[in-house]
């Protein structure tokens, strides 16, 4: 799902694997493990994508770079 985001491009949820990715205007992708559906629900709503995404799930999820 593309966001109206400064730094975030897109963001895409496995509900059944539980895994958010999270594509940067930059270029970069990273994968996030044992995401619920909430959070992303909560990720999608959030006034500002980018502040959600550094307070809420960057750091607290295992993660890894992808492409």
Do not use: C
Not at 29 to 40: A, P, Q
Not at 46 to 62: C, E, V
Request: glycine share 10%; charged share 25%; hydrophobic share 30%.
């Amino acid at each position: 799902m593309e966001l109206n985001s400064t730094s975030i491009k897109s963001v895409e949820h496995d509900a059944q694997a539980k895994v958010l990715t999270v594509r940067f205007h930059k270029g970069g992708v990273w994968h996030y493990d044992g995401v619920e559906g909430k959070t992303y629900r909560e990720l999608l709503a959030a006034p500002s994508a980018g502040a959600h995404y550094h307070r809420f799930i960057r750091g607290k999820y295992p993660h890894r770079q992808g492409e």
